[in-house]
Nanobody
């Protein structure tokens, strides 16, 4: 089993910054991609950013240039630095990791519980 613990959400004014953190624990054998998704009310969950084990990154066009994603492989942690936040960024943000766990190296696509980000004046 893999557990993800997220932190860092909250209320911020437009133009402000927040940093989300996600730490993975459990019988992790290897982590491939780590990423962040978000879901606004009435909308589908969408990819915000992801980073591979080799450090390659991908961002949604709406956040490119404002958000940064980084990871620390040694402790299976991923961060999302969000700058110049806009009201349309209001959503529940979910951490996601894809990798292997357990003695059998089973594949896991794991999700965090979500953290609320509200951008409002």
């Amino acid at each position: 089993q893999v557990q993800l613990v997220e932190s860092g959400g909250g209320l911020v004014q437009p133009g402000g910054s927040l940093r989300l953190s996600c730490a993975a624990s459990g019988s992790i054998r290897g982590v491939n991609t780590m990423g962040w998704f978000r879901q606004a009310p009435g909308k589908e969950r969408e990819l915000v950013a992801k980073i591979t084990s080799g450090g390659a990154t991908e961002f949604d066009a709406s956040v490119k240039g404002r958000f940064t994603i980084t990871r620390i492989n040694a402790n299976n942690t991923v961060y999302l630095q969000m700058n110049s936040l806009k009201p349309e960024g209001t959503a529940v943000y979910y951490c996601n990791i894809k990798g292997f766990y357990g003695e059998g190296y089973d594949w896991a696509d794991s999700w965090g519980q979500g953290t609320q980000v509200t951008v409002s004046s």
